[in-house]
């Protein structure tokens, strides 16, 4: 089984600033089969990004992946008060099939 | 637009049966480039992925191994659903229940609004 770890487990930042998360895998992932969501409260994950770099729709440009192999990391160029959630990177496998990292909090500072 | 609606009860009492059901919109459960997935979120096991369902010619399911004893997820054609059991619940199972939609089995694009599901006597 494939274990994503994030980094770090709370980001405190200021609105206009540049945010970066790290998602570190314990085995190679296939780009083609690693996404991102943000998460607020009470409501469902929301896809970002998928195959590591591509925006889902509707997504802003702010949004952005990278990263092969073991490590990813999505980055928010200027943080918009909206943006401040939970984040959760996830890959597809083959057992199981679906796994996700245990998120990291975004907040404001 | 996709769109996914859950229903269900949000109360199960120890070792019996949770069922959910998931009505699709905008898409087939017959769909050969989609599957349908039910995921929980706790704050003990964060996301964890419990199984799926999908068409490619014939119908095939993949259960999480830590499940696999007590779920089954079986589509519904003529009412273009899908739906959840987990048989044998404990308080553990309590969750926040989502079912989804992935893009060629990958990733989770659309999600449904989510149900609490508290297991307790």
């Known amino acids: 089984e494939i274990v994503l770890t994030q980094s770090p487990g709370t980001l405190s930042l200021s609105p206009g600033e540049r945010a970066t998360l790290s998602c570190r895998a314990s085995?190679?992932?296939?780009?083609?089969?690693l996404a991102w969501y943000q998460q607020k409260p009470g409501q469902a994950p929301r896809l970002l990004i998928y195959?590591?770099?591509s925006r889902a729709t509707g997504i802003p440009d702010r949004f952005s992946g990278s990263g092969s192999g073991t490590d990813f990391t999505l980055t928010i160029s200027r943080l918009e008060p909206e943006d401040f959630a939970v984040y959760y990177c996830q890959q597809y496998g083959s057992s199981p099939r679906i796994t996700f990292g245990q998120g990291t909090r975004l907040e404001i500072k | 637009q996709v769109q996914l609606q859950q229903s269900g009860p949000g109360l199960v009492k120890p070792s019996q049966t949770l069922s959910l059901t998931c009505a699709i919109s905008?898409?087939?459960?017959?769909?050969?480039?989609?599957?349908w997935n039910w995921i929980r979120q706790s704050p003990s096991r964060g996301l964890e992925w419990l199984g799926r369902?999908?068409?490619?010619?014939?119908?095939?399911?993949d259960y999480a191994l830590s499940v696999k004893s007590r779920i089954t997820i079986n589509p519904d054609t003529s009412k273009n659903q899908f739906s959840l059991q987990l048989n044998s619940v404990t308080p553990e199972d309590t969750a926040v229940y989502y079912c989804?939609?992935?893009?060629?089995?990958?990733?989770?694009?659309?999600w449904g609004q989510g149900t609490l599901v508290t297991v307790s006597s």
């Open positions: 085995q190679s992932v296939s780009s083609s089969y």
């Open positions: 195959g590591a770099s």
């Open positions: 989804t939609r992935a893009v060629s089995g990958s990733y989770p694009s659309h």
């Open positions: 369902t999908y068409y490619r010619s014939k119908w095939y399911n």
């Open positions: 905008g898409d087939s459960v017959s769909s050969n480039s989609a599957a």
